[in-house]
């Protein structure tokens, strides 16, 4: 490294964000970039520690420790430090087709398996990559790059979201004609649709969309796979198949009074603010009169989000730009640690406890962290008319579980109403939908995922491959883009009978 002792001369630094109480006020990113120097110092942070956890890409306990798709995190790092920018694009590009998209909603693993994470903060990873790709594109230095030769071979994508859209970048860059179907008005996928616009502002996701196009893909909107055109169909005209539609079915909570108007799904809340937002051209007034159908407007209510995780943490702040009146965040599980457990070493991701934006928005508006832990929701009440009024809850107990039941008991007097008009349900997914996969009599696994091994992405019909969050259930970013780059470097070698696809 440029500087080896580094870690011990320089903090640990970020970018400033935006006061919350100011930008709850709009559906802008809120994150500022460290000055050149400011960044030098953090490269400078990268130890020459000998074996780089950071970009092993490895799953311990069932957590990505390092960087899935291997990003070259000491080499970007020392070119940083140099001033190499054009390097640092160059390798950071090397592993990455979208580093304008990790750099600003990948949650880091490669942070949590940092070398200097054992006894120091970590090198900042996420925000240095960040900077990269906007200086790179400030500087016009990413650009369009079309195959110079075509291989005659046809490939459909289905699904445009990361696993596709790296798919499709891939296979393109071999010199395949790929067409990207996306159901959808835009294509992005989750990175469209299921990422508020304060956490990926959605020109960014255009802005590559429209690089890809120019570099040959075909995108076709509004074209649901097995409706609008049969899997079979889509077999005939292609010479392979890459299936990348996510896991799209939301885990339910099937207690009395889900029927109630008021509870919905999270992903129903957050895409069709995004959308709305977009149809409006971002007016931060768009929640008087949104364009969108069945839009879900949270001004003047009092908001419960149930469930946890990023798309819980959405929803707190989407609800609180929309001038909600209150919000609670419901948590089964126990709050977690402030420092690692001794059950959670490194290079595991360390589970602890974390203020996201959302949290700390809604400390700073309403008083408090909003997070109610260890809570069990088993009712929603209504008003007599149809509509959601309250919820009821109780306490758990997780050092109590019950025998040939839950791993916890309801802790005995804990039942308590908890006023409310909107409940939002952020309790995951349960895999993809299947109505392609039953068209084409394709294998599941055991959780109801497209059957296809990783590494090798291939299912049980030929010429169909499958990536991403429709084979391996609902998981990171960085994990998409891996599979999509995976199966795009399969698929090849299946057209050509060799490949030099990484």
């Known amino acids: 490294m440029g500087k080896p002792t580094g870690f011990m001369e320089f903090p640990r630094e970020l970018g400033a964000d935006r006061k919350p109480e100011l930008r709850i006020l709009d559906w802008n990113e809120f994150h500022d970039h460290l000055t050149d120097d400011e960044l030098r110092n953090q490269g400078a942070r990268c130890m020459d520690c000998g074996i780089p956890f950071c970009h092993t890409g490895k799953t311990l306990a069932g957590m990505a420790s390092g960087c899935p798709i291997n990003n070259l995190i000491p080499e970007w790092n020392d070119h940083i430090y140099n001033g190499r920018w054009q390097e640092a694009i160059d390798s950071l590009h090397k592993t990455n087709n979208f580093p ?7 949650p880091a693993p490669c942070e949590g398996a940092c070398v200097l994470g054992i006894h120091e903060p970590p090198v900042t990873i996420k925000n240095i990559e960040n900077s990269i790709i906007d200086h790179a594109f400030d500087q016009g230095w990413v650009v369009a790059n079309p195959p110079e030769v075509r291989t005659g071979k046809k490939v459909a994508v289905v699904g445009s979201g990361p696993a596709g859209l790296a798919a499709a970048a891939q296979l393109n860059n071999a010199g395949h004609s790929v067409t990207v179907y996306e159901r959808d008005d835009r294509i992005g996928g989750l ?7 304060m956490k990926l502002e959605k020109w960014i996701v255009q802005r590559r969309v429209d690089l890809l196009a120019d570099e040959g893909v075909e995108f076709i909107t509004n074209t649901s796979i097995g409706v609008d055109i049969t899997a079979d169909q889509l077999m005939k005209d292609f010479d392979a ?6 896991a799209t079915k939301p885990r339910d909570l099937p207690i ?21 937002l977009l149809e409006s051209g971002l007016e931060n007034t768009h929640y008087q009169n949104s364009p969108v159908e069945n839009f879900i407007n949270a001004e003047g209510k009092k908001v419960v989000v149930i469930g946890g995780g990023d798309t819980g943490n959405d929803c707190l702040g989407t609800a609180l730009r929309q001038k909600c009146e209150s919000v609670i ?47 069990s929701t088993v009712e929603f009440v209504g008003d007599g008319q ?18 040939n039941g839950p791993p916890f008991s309801v802790v005995p007097g804990s039942e308590q109403e908890l006023e409310c008009d909107l409940v939002f349900l952020a309790l995951g997914f349960l895999g993809p939908e299947h109505i392609i996969s039953e068209q084409l009599n394709l294998e599941t696994d055991a959780r109801s995922n497209f059957k296809a091994e ?27 883009i ?9 698929c090849d070698r299946y057209l050509m009978g060799a490949t030099e696809l990484p």
Request: net charge neutral.
């Open 386 to 403: 149809g509509n959601l009024r309250a919820i009821k809850v109780c306490e758990v107990d997780w050092s109590k579980p019950v025998e």
């Open 454 to 480: 990783h590494e090798q992405y291939t299912t049980n019909i030929e010429g169909v491959f499958a990536a991403g969050d429709c084979r391996r259930g609902q998981s990171l970013i960085v994990w998409a």
């Open 482 to 490: 891996n599979e999509g780059r995976g199966a795009a470097r399969e």
């Open 191 to 197: 990175l469209m649709y299921g990422i508020p616009n």
């Open 100 to 106: 304008e998209f990790t750099g600003r909603v990948c």
């Open 256 to 276: 009395p009074g889900r029927d109630l108007k008021g509870v919905h799904f999270a992903m129903e809340y957050l895409s069709k603010n995004t959308k709305s």
């Open 329 to 375: 965040n419901l948590e089964i599980v126990p709050q977690p640690p402030n420092e690692r457990a001794a059950n959670n070493p490194w290079p595991q991701w360390p589970k602890i406890f974390r203020v996201d934006y959302g949290h700390e928005e809604a400390a700073a508006v309403l008083g408090k962290d909003p997070r109610m832990f260890q809570m």
């Open 241 to 246: 198949v890459v299936l990348c539609t996510g």
